[in-house]
């Protein structure tokens, strides 16, 4: 398994994600996003509103390259923030036909190469913010 049972618990009580794609100038896109974590493929499916006709999917099906990040702030005083960074390739699919997505429609489907994940332990919160160690894999 790619995630961790504690990353995808984070990942299930999220509605809200950025997905990074490179334009065909080279420059980027950050677009935030809805998703759902794809239990049969391992994958982050990503869908919405004229998914086929948006910038971010051409980009997807152009080049394949992407990263997902999904972060919230739990407190300010004292900080504390949370993150799971997901790198990796996309697929642009016009019809999904695994069953395993839980968006209907076109969408994005990321494959993970690489998670950062920082804050997400229960023991992180307990312990000074700038202490904190990502936990960083290949996958």
């Given amino acids: 398994m790619s995630f961790t049972d504690v990353e995808l618990d984070y990942l299930a009580a999220q509605p809200l994600g950025r997905l990074a794609t490179v334009q065909p100038d080279g420059t980027l896109q950050v677009s935030p996003v809805g998703f759902r974590y794809n239990a049969a493929t391992g994958t982050i499916d990503i869908g919405g509103y004229n998914m086929a006709a948006s910038r971010k999917f051409r980009n997807v099906a152009a080049n394949g390259r992407v990263a997902f990040v999904v972060d919230d702030v739990v407190s300010t005083s004292p900080w504390r923030v949370r993150c799971l960074e997901i790198r990796g390739s996309g697929e642009a699919l016009l019809d999904p036909s695994d ?15 690489r998670i950062i994940s920082f804050g997400l332990q229960p023991e992180d919160q307990d312990r000074e913010p700038h202490t904190l160690r990502p936990n960083n894999r290949n996958v």
């Fill in 99 to 113: 069953g395993g997505s839980q968006l209907s429609g076109p969408i994005i489907r990321v494959h993970p190469r």
